[in-house]
Protein backbone atom coordinates (compact mmCIF):
# COMPACT_ATOMS: atom_id res chain seq x y z
CA UNK A 1 0.00 0.00 0.00
CA UNK A 2 1.14 3.58 0.08
CA UNK A 3 1.64 6.03 2.97
CA UNK A 4 1.37 9.83 2.23
CA UNK A 5 1.84 12.56 4.64
CA UNK A 6 1.31 16.23 4.43
CA UNK A 7 0.67 19.38 6.72
CA UNK A 8 -2.86 19.67 7.73
CA UNK A 9 -2.86 23.32 7.41
CA UNK A 10 -0.76 26.81 6.57
CA UNK A 11 -1.19 30.21 6.58
CA UNK A 12 0.98 32.28 4.83
CA UNK A 13 1.46 36.25 4.10
CA UNK A 14 0.52 37.52 0.51
CA UNK A 15 3.49 38.36 -1.08
CA UNK A 16 5.68 35.54 0.39
CA UNK A 17 6.91 32.22 -0.44
CA UNK A 18 5.68 28.96 1.56
CA UNK A 19 6.59 25.63 1.09
CA UNK A 20 4.60 22.26 1.33
CA UNK A 21 6.14 19.22 2.33
CA UNK A 22 5.19 15.56 1.52
CA UNK A 23 6.56 12.49 2.46
CA UNK A 24 5.82 9.50 0.55
CA UNK A 25 6.05 5.15 1.30
CA UNK A 26 5.01 2.94 -1.88
CA UNK A 27 5.73 0.16 -3.76
CA UNK A 28 5.94 0.47 -7.59
CA UNK A 29 6.33 4.62 -7.72
CA UNK A 30 6.48 6.17 -10.99
CA UNK A 31 6.26 9.92 -10.09
CA UNK A 32 4.59 12.46 -7.95
CA UNK A 33 1.93 14.96 -8.66
CA UNK A 34 0.57 18.07 -7.11
CA UNK A 35 -2.88 19.42 -7.38
CA UNK A 36 -4.51 22.80 -6.08
CA UNK A 37 -8.01 22.44 -5.17
CA UNK A 38 -10.53 25.35 -4.44
CA UNK A 39 -13.61 24.38 -2.05
CA UNK A 40 -16.10 22.67 -4.23
CA UNK A 41 -14.09 22.52 -7.38
CA UNK A 42 -11.75 19.71 -9.08
CA UNK A 43 -8.71 19.39 -8.76
CA UNK A 44 -6.46 20.91 -11.07
CA UNK A 45 -3.21 19.97 -11.95
CA UNK A 46 -0.21 21.99 -11.23
CA UNK A 47 3.49 20.05 -11.61
CA UNK A 48 4.60 16.44 -11.41
CA UNK A 49 8.21 14.97 -11.01
CA UNK A 50 9.20 11.75 -11.69
CA UNK A 51 12.82 11.87 -11.40
CA UNK A 52 14.72 13.44 -9.03
CA UNK A 53 15.48 17.55 -9.30
CA UNK A 54 13.47 20.59 -9.26
CA UNK A 55 10.84 21.17 -11.98
CA UNK A 56 9.36 25.01 -12.28
CA UNK A 57 6.10 26.19 -13.53
CA UNK A 58 5.82 29.74 -13.18
CA UNK A 59 5.11 30.95 -9.40
CA UNK A 60 4.76 27.48 -8.55
CA UNK A 61 7.88 24.51 -8.27
CA UNK A 62 8.28 21.14 -7.16
CA UNK A 63 11.11 19.31 -5.73
CA UNK A 64 11.53 15.49 -5.27
CA UNK A 65 13.76 12.99 -3.56
CA UNK A 66 13.10 9.33 -4.64
CA UNK A 67 15.82 8.36 -2.10
CA UNK A 68 14.21 9.97 1.05
CA UNK A 69 10.30 9.54 -0.05
CA UNK A 70 10.18 13.11 -0.21
CA UNK A 71 8.29 16.10 -2.12
CA UNK A 72 7.59 19.41 -1.71
CA UNK A 73 5.99 21.91 -3.32
CA UNK A 74 6.92 26.16 -2.99
CA UNK A 75 4.89 29.23 -4.01
CA UNK A 76 6.15 32.01 -4.44
CA UNK A 77 5.13 35.69 -4.47
CA UNK A 78 1.79 34.54 -2.83
CA UNK A 79 -1.85 35.74 -3.80
CA UNK A 80 -4.84 35.86 -2.30
CA UNK A 81 -6.17 33.30 -4.67
CA UNK A 82 -3.82 30.70 -3.77
CA UNK A 83 -6.06 30.17 -0.71
CA UNK A 84 -6.86 26.55 -1.45
CA UNK A 85 -6.66 22.51 -0.82
CA UNK A 86 -2.99 21.41 -1.97
CA UNK A 87 -3.27 17.39 -2.61
CA UNK A 88 0.16 15.59 -2.96
CA UNK A 89 -0.09 12.18 -5.17
CA UNK A 90 1.51 9.12 -5.98
CA UNK A 91 1.55 7.82 -8.78
CA UNK A 92 2.09 3.73 -8.99
CA UNK A 93 1.86 1.38 -11.90
CA UNK A 94 -1.11 -1.29 -11.04
CA UNK A 95 -0.64 -3.56 -14.18
CA UNK A 96 -2.70 -3.95 -17.03
CA UNK A 97 -0.95 -0.59 -18.78
CA UNK A 98 -2.99 1.11 -16.36
CA UNK A 99 -1.80 3.48 -13.80
CA UNK A 100 -3.54 5.01 -10.43
CA UNK A 101 -2.88 7.93 -7.91
CA UNK A 102 -3.25 7.44 -4.54
CA UNK A 103 -3.70 11.32 -2.94
CA UNK A 104 -2.46 12.70 0.80
CA UNK A 105 -5.20 14.20 2.68
CA UNK A 106 -4.32 17.79 1.36
CA UNK A 107 -3.15 21.00 2.86
CA UNK A 108 -4.97 23.90 3.31
CA UNK A 109 -3.44 26.96 2.90
CA UNK A 110 -4.51 30.52 3.67
CA UNK A 111 -2.98 33.27 2.42
CA UNK A 112 -3.94 36.40 5.16
CA UNK A 113 -3.17 40.04 3.66
CA UNK B 1 -8.68 19.91 -26.37
CA UNK B 2 -7.33 19.40 -22.53
CA UNK B 3 -10.83 19.10 -21.23
CA UNK B 4 -12.50 16.72 -19.56
CA UNK B 5 -16.42 16.91 -19.52
CA UNK B 6 -18.67 15.96 -16.93
CA UNK B 7 -22.85 15.88 -17.35
CA UNK B 8 -24.79 16.40 -14.98
CA UNK B 9 -22.76 19.11 -12.73
CA UNK B 10 -24.99 18.28 -10.29
CA UNK B 11 -27.79 15.39 -9.22
CA UNK B 12 -30.34 14.96 -6.89
CA UNK B 13 -32.08 11.38 -6.68
CA UNK B 14 -34.28 9.34 -4.28
CA UNK B 15 -32.34 5.96 -2.86
CA UNK B 16 -35.19 4.25 -5.48
CA UNK B 17 -34.30 5.94 -8.29
CA UNK B 18 -31.52 4.88 -11.37
CA UNK B 19 -29.38 7.84 -12.92
CA UNK B 20 -26.26 8.03 -15.06
CA UNK B 21 -23.19 10.03 -14.77
CA UNK B 22 -21.35 10.84 -18.15
CA UNK B 23 -17.84 11.63 -18.69
CA UNK B 24 -16.39 12.49 -22.22
CA UNK B 25 -12.70 13.43 -23.59
CA UNK B 26 -11.24 14.21 -26.98
CA UNK B 27 -7.74 13.67 -25.95
CA UNK B 28 -7.32 10.40 -27.60
CA UNK B 29 -6.35 9.05 -24.27
CA UNK B 30 -6.70 5.62 -23.17
CA UNK B 31 -7.22 5.53 -19.47
CA UNK B 32 -10.52 6.87 -17.77
CA UNK B 33 -10.98 6.75 -14.25
CA UNK B 34 -14.14 7.40 -11.17
CA UNK B 35 -13.06 8.80 -8.12
CA UNK B 36 -15.02 9.62 -5.40
CA UNK B 37 -14.76 13.09 -3.03
CA UNK B 38 -16.29 13.16 0.29
CA UNK B 39 -16.23 17.04 1.67
CA UNK B 40 -12.89 18.08 3.08
CA UNK B 41 -11.04 14.30 1.85
CA UNK B 42 -8.77 13.71 -0.77
CA UNK B 43 -10.36 11.77 -4.05
CA UNK B 44 -10.84 8.36 -3.31
CA UNK B 45 -10.33 5.83 -6.74
CA UNK B 46 -13.10 3.68 -7.43
CA UNK B 47 -12.94 2.72 -11.10
CA UNK B 48 -9.82 2.49 -14.00
CA UNK B 49 -10.47 1.13 -17.63
CA UNK B 50 -7.72 1.16 -19.55
CA UNK B 51 -8.43 0.45 -23.42
CA UNK B 52 -11.60 0.45 -23.18
CA UNK B 53 -10.99 -2.50 -20.21
CA UNK B 54 -11.89 -2.31 -16.29
CA UNK B 55 -8.73 -3.05 -14.83
CA UNK B 56 -9.26 -1.77 -11.52
CA UNK B 57 -12.28 -1.88 -9.15
CA UNK B 58 -11.49 -0.30 -5.80
CA UNK B 59 -14.19 -2.86 -4.28
CA UNK B 60 -16.69 -0.21 -5.00
CA UNK B 61 -20.02 -1.33 -3.68
CA UNK B 62 -22.49 -2.49 -6.59
CA UNK B 63 -24.64 0.08 -6.66
CA UNK B 64 -22.40 1.55 -8.77
CA UNK B 65 -21.76 -0.24 -12.17
CA UNK B 66 -19.33 1.73 -14.14
CA UNK B 67 -19.54 1.17 -18.36
CA UNK B 68 -16.67 2.20 -21.18
CA UNK B 69 -18.81 2.23 -24.13
CA UNK B 70 -15.35 3.72 -26.35
CA UNK B 71 -12.63 5.10 -25.70
CA UNK B 72 -14.01 8.93 -25.27
CA UNK B 73 -16.81 7.87 -23.13
CA UNK B 74 -17.21 6.73 -19.62
CA UNK B 75 -20.37 6.30 -17.65
CA UNK B 76 -21.32 5.34 -13.97
CA UNK B 77 -24.73 3.94 -13.68
CA UNK B 78 -26.06 4.60 -10.34
CA UNK B 79 -28.98 2.59 -8.66
CA UNK B 80 -30.25 2.47 -5.29
CA UNK B 81 -27.90 4.86 -3.55
CA UNK B 82 -27.70 5.95 0.28
CA UNK B 83 -27.30 8.93 1.50
CA UNK B 84 -24.01 7.86 2.28
CA UNK B 85 -23.05 8.16 -1.16
CA UNK B 86 -23.59 11.62 -1.08
CA UNK B 87 -19.93 13.30 -2.96
CA UNK B 88 -18.45 15.20 -5.33
CA UNK B 89 -17.86 12.12 -8.20
CA UNK B 90 -14.62 13.32 -10.66
CA UNK B 91 -13.58 11.35 -13.93
CA UNK B 92 -10.09 11.66 -15.20
CA UNK B 93 -8.40 10.44 -17.74
CA UNK B 94 -4.56 10.06 -18.42
CA UNK B 95 -1.85 9.96 -21.37
CA UNK B 96 1.01 7.99 -20.50
CA UNK B 97 4.03 9.34 -18.80
CA UNK B 98 1.93 12.72 -19.02
CA UNK B 99 -0.72 14.46 -16.30
CA UNK B 100 -3.97 13.13 -15.36
CA UNK B 101 -6.83 16.04 -16.00
CA UNK B 102 -10.05 16.12 -14.13
CA UNK B 103 -13.44 16.91 -15.07
CA UNK B 104 -15.46 19.69 -13.34
CA UNK B 105 -17.23 16.73 -11.27
CA UNK B 106 -21.09 16.05 -10.43
CA UNK B 107 -21.99 16.65 -7.56
CA UNK B 108 -24.53 13.85 -6.21
CA UNK B 109 -27.19 14.25 -3.80
CA UNK B 110 -28.96 11.40 -2.05
CA UNK B 111 -32.40 12.00 -0.57
Known amino acids: GQNIDQPTEMTATEGAIVQINCTYQ??????LFWYQQHAGEAPTFLSY????GLEEKGRFSSFLSRSKGYSYLLLKELQMKDSASYLC??????????????FGKGTKLSVIP | DTEVTQTPKHLVMGMTNKKSLKCEQH?????MYWYKQKAKKPPELMFVYSYEKLSINESVPSRFSPECPNSSLLNLHLHALQPEDSALYLC??????????FGPGTRLTVT
Open chain 2, 27 to 31: MGHRA
Open chain 2, 92 to 101: ASWAPGGEQY
Open chain 1, 89 to 102: AVRVYSGAGSYQLT
Open chain 1, 26 to 31: TSGFNG
Open chain 1, 49 to 52: NVLD
